[in-house]
């Protein structure tokens, strides 16, 4: 069999050179075959300008191969036809319809050489097609029904074959059942071609219609998923219960992943407690995260299986997050949310709303407990493929955006593509891209990122779920001078939260970024509730706490009389929890209040101090730069922040005069050519807080 490179080769050596994306196309087409090769390669010499070579070069192959069989008896073209569809070794089978009347190893020898067999599976493409052509459909049904009939008795079929046959128009009941059993334990992308392959097979459509939609929600299809599941809905007193309930909770992932949380609540209402069945804590888990208290149900007699348990665990972990009001009810929750996740196993076969997984890690989130968030990642088994995959990637990504690893929050999202339907992923995405601008001090990439975002904000609906993004986003609205753009998701986070009375563990996270918010807008009325909110919240657990001592401080900063020790002492607590990057900033723009120098200079060491590194602009990694100075440090600290040359001298205790040697110094260093684009590589470093 000939190479691309061969078939290059051979075309050079005839004297009529072809690209390698013809040889290629040649190759897809013959298999490499030398006797197809050179027709391929004869029909492409007299390709039209305007017509297809790739049309003219397959047509070319099917007519040689039709000729090919149309030469052949009866005997030899069912030999063929078998030996295409992998039955050459079944003596019984060739058997009959060659009735003795030719030889299959000498005939399979002949159609090898022409092109029309290929030396070793798999079968050459386009040859089905020719056998249609040549032997009609109904003949080549009766053959390859035979070999079916023949390998289910001896119970030799394979998948393989039985795709292959079922995509030759065979329609058998045998076939139909063996390909919707393999399908039924096979992986979610071999699933949907083997259930597409049952029903061409004669299987029920309806029958099949829940368990497509299963795994075309499992592969992030949601068109398809919505279309199967309707399908059910449509028919629901034509199917049974179980096939219903995989319906609805198909149709309510397809609502999740579209950010449309209250659809999928008022789908289990629609289904109801009595057939809800084994998906009862399922429904209770969409409706306290579409933010309705969800009724009390009756205990399930369903058995205990792993997949029950761990549903029952979610559900209940759940309701303790949303209920805790103190640290030991927050690690309640937890513990039984981890039990949760170590129950769920690796279910890639089955697609939910919400997940233990995910939900553990947003748990931990809003907790600050970003270690556990590591933890939990490492366990999942989603892929990364799938929409669940990609989810967890985009929550680990978030975890490195607020412990200050930009650079690998940036890392993480770079290479992900996802598709417009997956609302709920490109809230998360969107929002992680105007973050990290935003703590970049990027503004141009923040304008850029803000109008990438407003398709999913336009679309969307707000849930406990995405509070993170939200509270994002706002932050981003904010600073670019669009907050309207937010108001209507902010008033759905308000009906959320008051639904579900004002959850502690979970509303302290928005709080946190209300009370930024507040200090983007320069407002502090903005800032009074929710610090208070925070206030409230402080006994949950230890992040809330620490969210409503960083809180006062901040207002005592807008309120323009910061306490130093209170807010070196949130700025610490703050990067405990691994916001180093809000630590910093609170400290910096404290510094810039206080009226006493020496104060304002620890703050400033504070703020230096806590951090984190930051991916640097391309413009300053293409030319590696020099360090600076402790003293140039300082200075660039209050270049960026805005202060005058005057009163940073005031501060350094040494003249304005020097301080503007100090800044010529550093812009060359850097090499910066404006006073702009010094300061964007300042930011690009590290220096400065914004907002």
Known sequence: MLTKSDIAARATDAGRPISRALAGTILTATGGCENTV???????????????????????????????????????????????????????????????????????????????????????????????????????????TALLEYRCKTDTLDTDMAVSIAGAGVRHPQLAHFLTFEADRAEPESAATLYSCAVDAGAEPLSLAARRADVAAVLGDLDAAERFGDHVLEHSDSVTAGELRTAIRTSA???????????GRQLYEWLGPDRAGTDAPLAAVVASVAGVVPPVTAVSTAPPTSATAALTLLASGLQQSIAAESTAETTAATNTLMRAVSLSGADARRAAPETASATAILFALHCGDLGRVESLVSRSTAPMQHPSGTRIALLQAWASMLSGDLAAAASRIETMRIPSSHSRNRLFFHAIGVGLARRSGDRGALINAWDDAQDVIAEYSADLFSLLPIGELWLGAVRVG?????????????????????????????????????????????????????????????????????????????????NVSDVEAAAHSLTQFGLSWDGARLAGEAALRVADTRAA????????????????????????????????????????????????GNRLYISAKTVEHHVARIKRRLGARSRSELLSMLRGMGYGTTV
């Not at 407002?523 to 949950?540: Q, Y």
């Not at 657990?541 to 001592?549: G, V």
């Not at 806590?610 to 640097?616: D, E, F, G, I, S």
């Open 38 to 144: 050179d027709v391929a390669l004869e029909a492409s010499r007299r390709v039209d300008a305007d017509m297809s070579v790739t049309k003219v070069v397959v047509d070319a192959v099917h007519a040689h191969r039709v000729a090919y069989l149309a030469a052949l008896t009866r005997a030899e073209q069912s030999v063929v036809a078998l030996a295409h569809f992998g039955a050459e070794s079944d003596t019984e089978v060739l058997s009959e319809p060659t009735e003795g009347a030719a030889d299959p190893a000498a005939v399979r020898e002949s159609a090898v050489a022409a092109g029309v067999l290929a030396q070793e599976p798999p079968s050459l493409s386009g040859v089905t097609e020719a056998l249609l052509a040549t032997l009609g459909a109904p003949r080549l049904s009766e053959i390859l």
């Open 601 to 648: 200079t620890t703050l400033l060491q504070v703020a230096r101090s806590l951090r984190q590194p930051v991916a640097a602009p391309t413009a300053v990694t293409a030319e590696p730069k020099g360090a600076l100075s402790a003293r140039e440090a300082e200075v660039a600290e209050m270049l960026v922040l805005g202060i005058t040359y005057r009163e940073a």
């Open 253 to 263: 992932t397809v609502a999740a992943e579209r950010g449309m949380t209250e659809r």
């Open 482 to 562: 669009q907050p309207d753009r937010m108001t209507h998701l902010l008033a759905q986070v308000d009906s959320v939260l008051a639904g579900l009375d004002e959850p502690s563990a979970w509303a302290s996270a928005f709080h946190w970024y209300g009370v930024q918010a507040a200090i983007a807008a320069e407002n502090p009325a903005e800032l009074v509730p929710h610090a208070r909110a925070l206030a409230s919240a402080a006994e949950s657990n230890r992040y809330s706490a620490t969210l409503a001592s960083a809180g006062r401080a901040w207002l005592g900063v807008l309120q323009g009389h910061p």
